[in-house]
């Protein structure tokens, strides 16, 4: 035993422990709200946060190697967006922030070889934040509930939609990549 003490090891099991992992998740579904209500992107599109509502949700995905990882992250956006001085107006935000967490859960355990496929991860972003315009487009035939994107008509929302998250991953994708290759310990 050498004399000195290493904080190397509590500090790798910290981070590397499960409660960490869900406070740094839920932390970042935290992140994705804050960015939706601050962030002014000065294109006046529907479905524009898809791009940093998917680059977080799928960094988070792929960050932490966890079954439940996106569903973390959309349960994180859900229960802030529940906070009352957000001043959502949309009843249905914190399932539409939940949604494309499962989703991408789903398709992270049917297609687990496909992580690191350009390709995959752009296709999945845009499928998996399409399901916000739907369940609203649902909900307003359903329950008369008024959304603004459906006077453009609901395709045309799914297609923005679509596009804006498929950018989000394809961010989430090259950050990744990015990461990698400034990190020496993969460069044996």
């Keep these: ?23 740094f998740l839920l932390s970042l579904g935290l992140l994705a709200v804050v960015l939706h209500v601050n962030f002014r992107i000065p294109l006046r599109l529907h479905g524009r946060h898809g ?9 988070g995905r792929l960050a932490v190697d966890r079954s439940l990882a996106g569903s973390t992250v959309g349960l ?13 107006r949309d009843p249905l935000a914190p399932l539409l922030f939940l949604l494309p967490g499962i989703i991408v859960d789903i398709a992270f355990r049917y297609r687990p070889g496909w992580r690191h496929s350009w390709l995959f991860l752009t296709l999945l972003g845009g499928a998996a934040y399409i399901w916000k315009p ?4 649902a909900a307003a035939a359903t329950f008369g509930l008024q959304y603004g994107f459906l006077k453009d008509g609901l395709l045309y929302g ?5 596009i804006f998250g498929a950018i989000g991953g394809l961010i989430a994708f090259l950050y990744v990549l990015g990461s990698r290759r400034a990190d020496p310990s993969d460069q044996a």
């Design 1 to 23: 035993m050498s004399g000195s003490y290493s904080t190397e090891q509590p500090l790798r099991r910290l981070i590397n422990s499960t409660a960490a992992q869900v406070l």
């Design 134 to 137: 739907l369940v609203r487009g």
């Design 51 to 59: 791009i940093e509502l998917m680059a977080i949700l799928l960094l």
């Design 76 to 88: 994180g956006a859900a229960g802030a967006s529940l906070l009352p001085f957000w001043s959502f």
């Design 158 to 162: 799914v297609f923005l939609h679509f």
